[in-house]
Nanobody, 126 residues
């Protein structure tokens, strides 16, 4: 069973930056894609960004494009979410996710991912 552990959340002022990390362990050789989602109180879980587990191609939502960057370190089996120019509306619990299922399109739905981290809180103050 693949396990995902996130770190890097916290409290930051608007305009600031944070970097989230997600390290995978277990049978990671078959993973296809990794992603980040977020969920604010009262809201549904929302797609943020995704990257091919082998590295390279990535996608992100319009709400974070130009501010957030997803990346991957193959040697560390870790994906990152660099968040710059943070806004109060970015406040949420951020979840790392991974899937071994192949797809012809980007996985932007939470139901497309089998493996989830425990979540890390990001709070942006105004």
């Amino acid at each position: 069973q693949v396990q995902l552990v996130e770190s890097g959340g916290g409290l930051v002022q608007a305009g600031g930056s944070l970097r989230l990390s997600c390290t995978a362990s277990g049978p990671t050789y078959n993973l296809y894609v990794g992603g980040w989602f977020r969920q604010a109180p009262g809201n549904e879980r929302e797609f943020v960004a995704a990257i091919m587990w082998s590295g390279g191609t990535s996608a992100s939502s319009d709400s974070v494009k130009g501010r957030f960057t997803i990346s991957r370190d193959n040697a560390k089996n870790t994906i990152y979410l660099q968040m710059n120019s943070l806004k109060p509306e970015d406040t949420a619990v951020y979840y790392c996710a991974a899937s071994s299922r192949r797809s012809m399109t980007w996985k932007t739905s939470p139901t497309a991912y089998e493996y989830w981290g425990q979540g890390t809180q990001v709070t942006v103050s105004s």
